[in-house]
């Protein structure tokens, strides 16, 4: 257990609709990421935040959008889902968001659009 | 060109075989590689763990970073059918944490 949380594991939706998941990070870690993972894409890297701010950008669609609270839980929201969205989406936090971090991962959110 | 390259396998190998994985990379600016385990589309565990070139060990693993050369190795001694995963590299580089992964080798160790 990485100690990472996220929900739901599990979630089906029809195209065009909006879905939000949800991470808590482990204790103590400020920085959040988000990737996604596909069977032809791998992990992609998709967003971070440090404490509450965006931090850095990857390849993560205008249709997407995430935040951190407060007390440092954070939500990926995506919305006109299209089937191309399927795939398992993970969050990972570290304790600082320099490079050299060690970073831990969720179990993931497995989307599957129909 | 993808800024890490990685060979998706799959790669078959008998109980006590020496594995060896590899990855190569363009981004010169990269000075953290880790290797990160996934079983059957878990989340990815941390395995190896280096900082700039050079060789580290635990137990039977040991990676190795060659920058002159922009590639990195995972070397698995004695494996057992409990390391069939997949095994991703990935790295980063000073300043930030966005980390750039490989595609992932799927192992298998048949007993």
């Known amino acids: 257990d990485s100690g990472v949380t996220q929900t739901p594991k599990h979630l089906i939706t029809a195209t065009g609709q909006r879905v939000t998941l949800r991470c808590s990070p482990r204790?103590?870690?400020?920085?959040v990421y988000w990737y996604q993972q596909s069977l032809d894409q791998g992990l992609q890297f998709l967003i971070q935040?440090?404490?509450?701010?965006?931090?850095a950008k990857g390849n993560i669609l205008e249709r997407f959008s995430a935040q951190q609270f407060p007390d440092l839980h954070s939500e990926l929201n995506l919305s006109s889902l299209e089937l191309g969205d399927s795939a398992l989406y993970f969050c990972?936090?570290?304790?600082?968001?320099?490079?050299?971090?060690?970073?831990?991962f969720g179990e993931g959110s497995w989307l599957t659009v129909v | 060109q993808k800024e890490v390259e990685q060979d998706p396998g799959p790669l078959s190998v008998p109980e006590g075989a020496i594995v060896s994985l590899n990855c190569t990379y363009s981004?010169?600016?990269?000075?953290?590689f880790m290797w990160y385990r996934q079983y059957s589309r878990k989340g990815p565990e941390l395995l190896m763990y280096?900082?700039?070139?050079g060789n580290k060990e635990d137990g039977r693993f040991t990676a190795q970073v060659d920058k002159s050369s922009k590639y990195i190795s995972l070397f698995i001694r004695d494996s057992q059918p409990s390391d069939s995963a997949t095994y991703l590299c990935?790295?980063?580089?000073?300043?930030?944490?966005?980390?750039?992964f490989g595609a992932g080798t799927r192992l298998t160790v048949k007993p």
């Open positions: 990935a790295m980063s580089a000073p300043g930030n944490n966005d980390m750039r």
């Open positions: 204790s103590g870690d400020l920085s």
């Open positions: 981004n010169s600016a990269f000075q953290y």
């Open positions: 280096t900082y700039s070139s």
């Open positions: 935040y440090y404490n509450g701010e965006e931090r």
């Open positions: 990972a936090s570290s304790e600082a968001p320099s490079g050299g971090n060690t970073i831990y």
